[in-house]
């Protein structure tokens, strides 16, 4: 009888909430929860029967019965957190972005493998049934070969500088935000890195990315296209246009169908896998594969650290910096529109 792995989760917010419910789904309970909060833990605790509610945040990592944690606390916290959960031997499914900037990434890869533990960002893109099924039918020529990606993700937002979407102390921006998933869904479809990146963006009042245009492309010629909004709603729809026709993914990343529309004739069919609402029962069911059998290759990780190398890059290119990134010596262009938010 296989030994029963259990979870803890740090926060409790949304994804907490929909986190306890797929373990739920499984037929499991959460182990344990702590928060920065300590009562929102303990109503946390009671509404899911928890068995552990912890005093303070690094007694989780410290407990001997947790294998998993699950962190949900806010992006710039996430390598704090991912060093404290590894160096006790944990294995980690950390929601996205699951670190600032590659450097952080990289730091926390070299501490999983030092220690023979699995890390992963909870990427949907990764889990759901949908894409696999997807993925697979590519490798079999299905589709031919992709040759463009057109992916549009926007959200919109209130103006309130305040909440996290565009607060530069919570690493707010659409990049982080939105755009990792955009960038995902492309790097998942294309035979390699892209190596030639062009971007743009407009900054909110506190200086966070808003808005971005990106054009993509690998040294294989494969191009993608993506257009992030924090305060412009857009269809969440990815285009991958392939050599025998078209895919067309609707409200990724949770999606469960596509529409394959045929090159020659037009005839359009549908592919369906998966349902949307069990994403973090797919999520969590990878993680534990991965756990039990040493490879966690389904994880991805390794494309995980491509997309963030994208990212960091661009960022860079717009002079654009957290103040954690800052403190560690980076430029501080991001600071002075900040600092001046509410100045003028």
């Not at 998993?68 to 806010?74: A, D, E, F, R, S």
């Not at 069990?278 to 039990?292: C, I, K, P, S, W």
Request: charged share 25%.
């Amino acid at each position: 009888m296989e030994k029963q792995l259990n979870w803890a989760v740090l926060g409790t917010g949304v994804i907490a909430n929909e986190m306890a419910q797929a373990l739920g789904k499984m037929g499991k309970r959460l182990y344990g929860v702590a928060n920065r909060t300590h009562a929102k833990a303990v109503d946390f605790g009671a509404k899911y029967g928890v068995e552990k509610v912890y005093d303070r945040i690094g007694d989780l990592f410290a407990d001997p019965k947790v294998d998993i944690v699950y962190l949900t606390t806010p992006h710039n916290t996430h390598i704090r957190f991912l060093k404290e959960a590894l160096k006790n031997g944990k294995h980690v499914l950390c929601e996205k972005s699951i670190t600032l900037n590659s450097e952080e990434l990289k730091e926390a890869m070299t501490l999983a493998e030092e220690k023979g533990v699995v890390l992963a960002e909870a990427m949907t893109i990764w889990h759901m049934p949908l894409y696999k099924k997807l993925w697979a039918m590519q490798r079999d020529g299905a589709f031919g070969r992709v040759q463009m990606i057109q992916i549009n993700f926007g959200s919109f937002k209130e103006y309130d500088m305040q909440n996290r979407f565009f607060n530069r102390n919570l690493a707010g921006g659409a990049l982080l935000d939105i755009g990792v998933y955009a960038l995902s869904l492309a790097r998942s479809f294309l035979e390699s890195c892209p190596d030639q990146v062009k971007s743009q963006r407009k900054q909110a009042p506190t200086g966070v990315d808003e808005q971005a245009g990106i054009l993509l492309m690998n040294p294989q010629g494969q191009m993608a296209g993506i257009t992030l909004s924090l305060h412009s709603k857009q269809p969440k729809r990815a285009v991958i246009s392939c050599e025998k026709g078209y895919l067309e993914i609707s409200d990724y990343p949770r999606a469960d169908s596509a529409i394959f529309v045929d090159a020659l004739n037009g005839t359009r069919t549908r592919i369906e896998a998966g349902k949307t609402a069990d994403a973090l029962v797919y999520e969590m069911q990878d993680m534990e594969e991965a756990v039990r059998s040493g490879d966690a290759s389904g994880m991805k990780l390794s494309l995980t650290a491509d997309v963030m190398a994208l990212m960091t890059g661009m960022r860079e290119e717009w002079g654009f910096f957290y103040p954690e990134e800052e403190e560690k010596g980076l430029s501080k262009p991001g600071r002075e529109a900040y600092n001046n938010f509410g100045k003028s």
